[in-house]
């Protein structure tokens, strides 16, 4: 039996109870409005950050062993008022291409201990190249360490003043992987080889709460890719089974910002929800993936959040899923710019997965075909 569909903030409702008819309205009063109660309440503020002061370097270009695809290393560098820091990302480009790729850029943890990164983030580089694609990886760790630290590592420390206590609203751990994905993006304006209006970023867990609040903030990712992101990510926080606000917050008190945790068994109390995070990225690309035994993220709270945010694309005049129904197993659902599955087994980032996601943004961003 399905569990009882939960009371949502209403994403077309503004907080001064105005309807929301009209994408301008969206664009220039709601979805403002949701944007802050998200920084507010769950993810936190993040810096102000002049782009202008990045500086890039390519370090090498070189073969795979044995193939013929370029790796291109780039070490982005940026500067806050406390100091510099640095991060890496990673480009696989097919030799052969003779215009500029789309991108697929996948967030990692750690940068790899080789450059095979289909064996060490279990992603088809080869196919996604055959397809017609770059890959790209930037390393989150690198950014903010996945510990409770008190924010002394990582970027927090290179923009948080440090002359008084840290804001209850601040920016977390999420936050700053988020803006590495942006960070990225900038750089990504930069290279020739890149068509950056043609870049989908994809995480995997946490990593897919990261992807999902990096395309919130910056819209000039084209299609982003959750894969299995559950709470905060795209799983709705009211009536969710599995993991809760609570053992989100206690088991990673860093993730978010310290205001979140006044909502641990209080989720009805939240100003928003997930659904309304998802509406964010309208009317761009949208993924989203579950599985069917993965009950800690709750594949129907998934689905739910996917299906109650479509009126935004409605706006747009774009279709949505066409059901409320949760799909069967291994069978895709697809929308003009929205697309969901639910696959057997559990949490992983599995080929079926890929599949699923590259099927999509195949047939929405026209990838050419590598000669």
């Not at 480009?93 to 279990?122: F, G, Q, Y």
């Not at 992603?123 to 055959?130: C, G, I, K, N, T």
């Not at 509406?279 to 800690?296: G, H, K, Q």
């Not at 009126?311 to 069978?331: D, E, F, H, W």
Request: aromatic share 10%; net charge negative.
């Amino acid at each position: 039996m399905r569990r009882e569909v939960p009371l949502l903030p209403d994403p077309l409702k503004a907080l001064d109870g105005r309807i929301i008819r009209t994408r301008e309205s969206w664009e220039t009063h709601r979805r403002p409005e949701i944007l802050s109660l998200f920084r507010e309440h769950v993810y936190g503020y993040g810096p102000e950050f002049d782009s202008a002061s990045l500086t890039f370097r390519c370090t090498e270009k070189r073969l795979m062993a044995g193939d013929s695809t370029r790796i291109k290393p780039v070490e982005i560098q940026f500067e806050g008022a406390y100091g510099q820091g640095m991060m890496h990302l990673v480009l696989y480009l097919p030799r052969s291409a003779v215009t500029r790729l789309p991108l697929v850029l996948v967030i990692s943890t750690n940068l790899p201990s080789s450059w095979n990164l289909a064996d060490e983030l279990h992603a088809p580089v080869s196919d996604m190249l055959a397809r017609g694609y770059g890959v790209g990886v930037y390393f989150v760790e690198e950014l903010d360490p996945d510990v409770d630290d008190g924010f002394h590592n990582g970027v927090h420390g290179l923009f948080d003043p440090k002359s008084r206590p840290r804001s209850p609203n601040a920016w977390g751990t999420i936050a700053a992987w988020a803006w590495g994905a942006s960070r990225v993006m900038d750089y990504l304006q930069t290279d020739e080889d890149i068509d950056c209006t043609r870049v989908v970023l994809v995480g995997h867990s946490r990593l897919g709460k990261t992807a999902l609040w990096a395309a919130a903030n910056d819209s000039r990712f084209a299609m982003v890719a959750s894969n299995q992101s559950g709470c905060t990510g795209a799983a709705v926080s009211r009536t969710k089974t599995g993991e809760t606000v609570r053992d989100i917050n206690q088991r990673f008190p860093h993730w978010f910002c310290q205001n979140y945790k006044q909502f641990n068994d209080r989720e009805d109390s939240l100003p928003v929800d997930q659904h309304l995070l998802l509406s964010l990225i309208a009317p761009r690309l949208i993924y989203v993936t579950s599985a069917s035994e993965d009950v800690w993220a709750d594949p129907e709270a998934e689905f739910l959040s996917v299906t109650v945010q479509e009126p935004v694309y409605a706006l747009y005049r774009l279709r949505g899923l066409g059901t409320s129904t949760p799909p069967y197993p291994n069978i895709p659902l697809v929308g003009e710019r929205i697309g969901y599955h639910m696959r057997t087994g559990a949490h992983d980032f599995t080929v079926f997965d890929w599949r699923g996601i590259l099927s999509f943004a195949d047939t929405h961003l026209n990838a050419p075909i590598v000669p």
